[in-house]
Every structure is written in structure tokens, then in C-alpha cells.
């Protein structure tokens, strides 16, 4: 990694609501050379969900292809995710790093850790629920997933938290401004 481009990694428990965070940093520092950043798009074997576009969201994978992957070293990490795999692919977040923009990457606990082994100077950040509670509202409110798989994406929830001991910084996501704009102090720190 140059010198001059940053790699920063997000994690956090299912419905603490990275999507949103992710969307807004986007949008947020869309402008000038040293401000880019771009969202890794990651593989993954889940089926699609309504609304999801191949290629925009994810690259939609069968689990033979994204193994074939694998054999082949594509994957910078790879994890398997509530019964999935999915992973980050390597000449994706290369090119980009590469090509001077900043890159972020929205990935479980697991695939952080491998990320921090690789590249130690990727910035590890962590958004947590305000509580548990909020967290089970969040997930129930966004009608994206059946009551099993809800059930058990919660039954990962303290595990989840626990790996919070291994990020660079651990931010609340209460009010999402604020998540952002803490998020932005973080960055520009980097740029
Ligand atoms: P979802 O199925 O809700 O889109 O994502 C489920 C989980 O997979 C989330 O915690 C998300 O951060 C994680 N995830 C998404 N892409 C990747 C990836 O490329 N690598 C790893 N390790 N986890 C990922």
C-alpha cells in the first residue's frame, strides 16, 4: 500500500446499520484527488435479496466458483459469514490503492483480523449498537430477513462484540451524523 492511500475496515454486528454509515462516508468524501474513497465490492455465496444487483452490492458467486477463487489466491481474506462465504478480492482493493483512492471495506470480525495481519496499517473501526435492544429493533425494522435468520444473527451478537478489543477505534452508532462525522475525524487523520 502507498503511502498516500489509506485502507479502512468496518465491522460491526448485522443491523447496527454499516450499509447506512458506508453510504454516507461515501457520499461525504466523494470530492478532490486526496479525498477519494471507494467501497470494496465484495463475493459472497448468499442469494440475492430483493432489490440487490449483481456486481452493485456484491458479486453473486456459486459456491463452486468463489472456491475455485480461492484455489486461485483472488481473495485478499476470505470468511464464512451465517452459513456464507464471502470475501474481499485482491486485484479490486490493489487497482484501487494502487491508483491512489482510499478504500473501505465493509466485513465481519474475521475477515479484520485476517485484513490487520496483511496489511497493519489498515485502520480497524468498529460500530457498536447503543445496546442490544436497539440492535434487535433495527434488524426486526429493516424487513430484510426472515425471524431464523434474524434469531440467528443474534445468537452471534456476543461473540461479535467481543472482537471489538481488536479494532483501532470503536465507535457508538447512535445517531448516524454523529457516527459519520466521527468516522470523517478518523480518516482525516489518514489524508
Ligand atoms: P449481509 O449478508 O447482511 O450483506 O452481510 C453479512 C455479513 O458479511 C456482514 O457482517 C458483512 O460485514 C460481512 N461481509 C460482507 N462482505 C464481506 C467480505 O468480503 N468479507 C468478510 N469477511 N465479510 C464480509
Not at 470494496?40 to 430483493?50: E, G, L, N
Not at 459456491?63 to 480461492?70: A, G, N
Request: proline share 4%; charged share 25%.
Amino acid at each position: 500500500m502507498s503511502k498516500q492511500t489509506a485502507l479502512y475496515v468496518i465491522s460491526g454486528p448485522s443491523g447496527v446499520g454499516k450499509g447506512t454509515v458506508c453510504k454516507a462516508l461515501l457520499a461525504d468524501l466523494g470530492e478532490g484527488p486526496n479525498r477519494s474513497l471507494t467501497l470494496s465490492i465484495s463475493a459472497t455465496t448468499r442469494p440475492m435479496r430483493p432489490g440487490e444487483v449483481d456486481g452493485v452490492n456484491y458479486h453473486f458467486l456459486s459456491q463452486e466458483e468463489f472456491l475455485r477463487r480461492v484455489g486461485n489466491g483472488e481473495f485478499l481474506e476470505y470468511a464464512t459469514v451465517y452459513g456464507n462465504y464471502y470475501g474481499t478480492l485482491r486485484s479490486a482493493v490493489q487497482d484501487e490503492l494502487t491508483a491512489g483512492r482510499n478504500v473501505l471495506l465493509e466485513i465481519d470480525t474475521d475477515g479484520a483480523r485476517q485484513i490487520k495481519k496483511l496489511m497493519p496499517e489498515a485502520e480497524l473501526i468498529f460500530l457498536a449498537p447503543p445496546s442490544p435492544e436497539e440492535l434487535l429493533r433495527r434488524l426486526q425494522g429493516r424487513n430484510t430477513d426472515s425471524a431464523a435468520e434474524i434469531a440467528r444473527r443474534q445468537q452471534c451478537l456476543e461473540a461479535e462484540l467481543a472482537q471489538q478489543v481488536y479494532y483501532d477505534y470503536v465507535v457508538v452508532n447512535d445517531v448516524v451524523e454523529d457516527t459519520v462525522a466521527q468516522i470523517r475525524q478518523i480518516m482525516a487523520k489518514g489524508l
